[in-house]
């Protein structure tokens, strides 16, 4: 190595002597800060404390659940073995030979596990508790269940 390539070099290790802690400083610098996301999945409501009546079936347990003054009611549903079908509307029927788009939806099962539906007074008298499950994609009734009141 001749004088020239010696600076050269001197010069070059200098330069990534006081470039490479810049360099790392700047990359920990823009590391972006952690982003708060809310949670997406729906929360369902604590089971109401008396089960009114409940049916099952090969795929679920169904349950129709009351406060201890009988003011609030809540549909739980505890899907034991998965469904064919990919996704499940779950439908308050208010007359029973109507089309299910028709009914009050009250949510949707898409997986194994419990949900809980809040149900209002009023409709759950005139629905004379009726829920049905119905597949919006290949429109299919998938079953209706009444619950003795």
Request: net charge neutral; hydrophobic share 45%; no cysteine.
């Amino acid at each position: 190595m001749n004088q020239a390539q010696r600076k050269r070099h001197l010069i070059s290790w200098l330069l990534l002597a006081l470039l490479l802690p810049i360099g790392f400083a700047a990359a920990i610098w823009v590391i972006p800060q952690p982003i708060h996301q809310e949670e997406i999945f729906r929360k369902y409501p604590e089971a109401l404390p008396e089960v009114i009546s409940w049916k099952s079936s090969d795929n679920l347990v169904a349950a129709l659940r009351a406060d201890t003054e009988r003011e609030d009611y809540q549909l739980e549903i505890i899907v034991t073995k998965p469904f064919q079908h990919p996704n499940i509307l779950v439908y308050l029927y208010t007359n029973a030979g109507d089309n299910p788009e028709n009914q009050i939806l009250l949510g949707s099962l898409n997986s194994k596990g419990s949900m809980r539906f809040p149900i209002p007074l009023e409709k759950l008298h005139e629905a004379r508790a009726t829920v049905g499950f119905y597949d919006p994609y290949g429109k299919v009734l998938i079953s209706i269940i009444q619950f003795k009141l």
